[in-house]
């Protein structure tokens, strides 16, 4: 089993990354990958404010997240149309996706602990 959460959008060549991911898993394994897409809102606001302003003002917004957050994200097959695509032609796989819009990490700075 790979599992990963919210880091294949930080990988620039993510297409070779799941190629060699499916090289290394058995043929009953299984990959599991949590992450927003590009036109998630987050993704958005990150992609027009640019990697070196996210930087300065992550750590004013989620204090104590400098050292895990705020690495270049590039968001390589972002759209769900790219990644099926992608992924369905792989040669022997079975392949599912499940979408859903769940952004709690990263707007947890509105809520009131924050805020103290």
Request: glycine letters at 6%.
């Amino acid at each position: 089993m790979i599992f990963s959460k919210y880091l294949m959008e930080h990988v620039k060549d993510v297409k070779t990354s799941y190629e060699n991911q499916l090289l290394a898993l058995n043929p009953s394994g299984t990959m599991i990958h949590l992450y927003p897409l590009g036109f998630h809102p987050f993704s958005l606001l990150n992609k027009i404010i640019g990697n070196k302003f996210a930087r300065k003002v992550i750590p004013l917004i989620r204090k104590g997240s400098e050292e895990v957050t705020g690495y270049p994200a590039f968001y390589t097959l972002g759209n769900a149309y790219s990644l099926e695509r992608f992924f369905k032609n792989q040669k022997g796989i079975r392949v599912d996706f499940i979408y859903h819009y769940g952004a709690i990490d990263y707007f947890t700075f509105f809520s009131t602990s924050y805020c103290d």
